[in-house]
């Protein structure tokens, strides 16, 4: 079975700093990762996702992960925050198995100090 | 329609009230998921559908709790009896097929008191 971890639970960064947020998984084969967001009150919204090939993948609001099969990793990054870009982030991993599930992690609530 | 669509937003129940949650998933989308998101928490998956089919209930907290999708479009989640740990964000989302990209709907908030 899937799971995903997401060791911090809160992260505060002021405006304009990198970030880098940390995403474990544990899968028995090629996963599909994701990146979701949400907003207070709002509903999930795809940041970007990863389903085979190159590792860098690209994302919406200028994010970008990197997948790092040898550690099972899927960290997303920003190289400039914005204040706009608090919010929960959450890590998912998917199957490429047809008929499985998606698992997410617990999130990670960032905040943007101006 | 443009996007998974959820009805009512919001629900307000009286303890041991039962509730309907409706999920309208994007057209032609094979697979529908329900979670549930309990306030500071991740999605907690609840259960899977492939078209009619449901392919996997194990989420599902309690015999309470029941889904189902008879057309393989439209699923509706429906709460008995409902208990105050039942308050949680219900999220629906669709997708082409299994694991590929979940659209999710803006969730469905529910209040037990």
């Known amino acids: ?114 | 329609g443009a996007g998974v669509s959820q009805s009512p937003r919001y629900k307000v129940a009286k303890r041991g009230q039962d509730v309907a949650l409706r999920c309208d998933p994007i057209s032609g989308h094979v697979s529908l998921f329900w979670y549930q998101q309990a306030l500071g928490q991740g999605p907690e998956f609840l259960t899977y559908f492939q078209n009619e089919a449901q392919l996997d209930k194990s989420g599902l907290p309690s015999d309470r709790f029941f889904a189902e999708r008879p057309e393989g479009s439209v699923s509706t989640l429906k709460i008995q009896r409902t208990q105050q740990e039942d308050s949680a964000v219900y999220l629906c989302a669709s997708s082409l097929a299994g694991g590929s990209e979940a659209f999710f709907g803006q969730g469905t908030r529910l209040t037990v008191v």
């Open chain 1, 1 to 114: 079975a899937q799971s995903v971890t997401q060791p911090d639970i809160h992260i505060t960064v002021s405006e304009g700093a990198s970030l880098e947020l940390r995403c474990n998984y544990s899968y028995g084969a090629t996963p599909y990762l994701f990146w979701y967001v949400q907003s207070p009150g709002q509903g999930l919204q795809l940041l970007l996702k990863y389903f085979s090939g190159d590792t860098l993948v690209q994302g919406i609001k200028g994010f970008e992960a990197e997948f790092k099969r040898s550690q099972s990793s899927f960290n997303l990054r920003k190289p400039s925050v914005h204040w706009s870009d608090a919010a929960e982030y959450f890590c998912a991993v998917g199957a490429q198995d047809y008929g499985q599930n998606f698992v997410f992690g617990p999130g990670t609530r960032l905040s943007v100090l101006p």
